[in-house]
């Protein structure tokens, strides 16, 4: 959770991709190096519908 606040400080980010995906997309996307990174999986998992196993396994 402590992770999970310092990624993603912004309660309007947070509230907005809560609504589009899951605790487990949240804990793998944590877990990527850079905020851009976190940023950017983040987004195109929202916007794309992927699931976790899409997120965590590219091709």
């Not at 519908?49 to 196993?53: K, Q």
């Given at each position: 959770m402590v992770k999970f606040a310092e990624s993603f400080?912004?309660?309007a980010i947070v509230s907005t991709l809560s609504t589009q995906l899951s605790w487990s997309h949240m804990v793998a996307i944590v877990a990527l190096k850079t905020p851009q990174v976190r940023q950017f999986y983040a987004s195109q998992a929202a916007q794309d519908?992927?699931?976790?196993?899409e997120l965590t396994h590219p091709n």
């Open positions: 400080p912004d309660a519908g992927w699931s976790v196993r």
